[in-house]
């Protein structure tokens, strides 16, 4: 049998399988480049999103002697401590009051006004602590008094080891 010479008639026949062969491949090779796109991106959107989920670490930070505190009255105080992210080094700097009635129960009180996160300061003549930014005001134990302030100061979790105060931050 000798091959036929394409015509009209037998040349419609080929073009639908021609047609449906290059749409395969169009559909495949699109199908490729997406996978190989999710295939990178994924590593880079977990690792970009991995400090979201990541839980922050507590460190209990010597604060002072426990002595060192005055009764009735409440104390600055400033803590640090190094830290290390990635290859970046850095120390970690912040204030509290400290405050004892007795000498043996402490409260530990971030110095940051729960509305705008000003600040605060102790002032002995009014006995409040003041926020300088929206004039808030605090008692000793850290309850708003005056002002703005949504809520009281943050209290700090703390502990006395051997006549140390530690404060959970």
Known sequence: MAARPATENNQAAL?????????????LSGLLSLAIGVA?????V?????PLFK???KRWVKLCQAAEVP???????????????????KVERGTV???TRDGKTFVILSNACTHAGCGVRWDEEREVFQCPCHDGRYNREGEVVYGPPPSPLKQF?????????FVEL
Do not use: I, N, Q
């Open 71 to 89: 009764v009735d009255k409440p104390t600055k105080f400033v803590w640090s401590f190094p830290t290390m992210d990635g290859w970046l080094s």
């Open 55 to 57: 839980p922050s670490r």
């Open 157 to 165: 979790p703390h502990k006395v080891e051997h006549g140390t105060l």
């Open 15 to 27: 073009e639908p399988a021609e047609l449906a062969r290059r749409t395969f491949l169009a559909y």
């Open 40 to 44: 990178l991106a994924v590593p880079l």
């Open 46 to 50: 977990g690792f970009s999103l991995a």
């Open 97 to 99: 009051y400290a405050l």
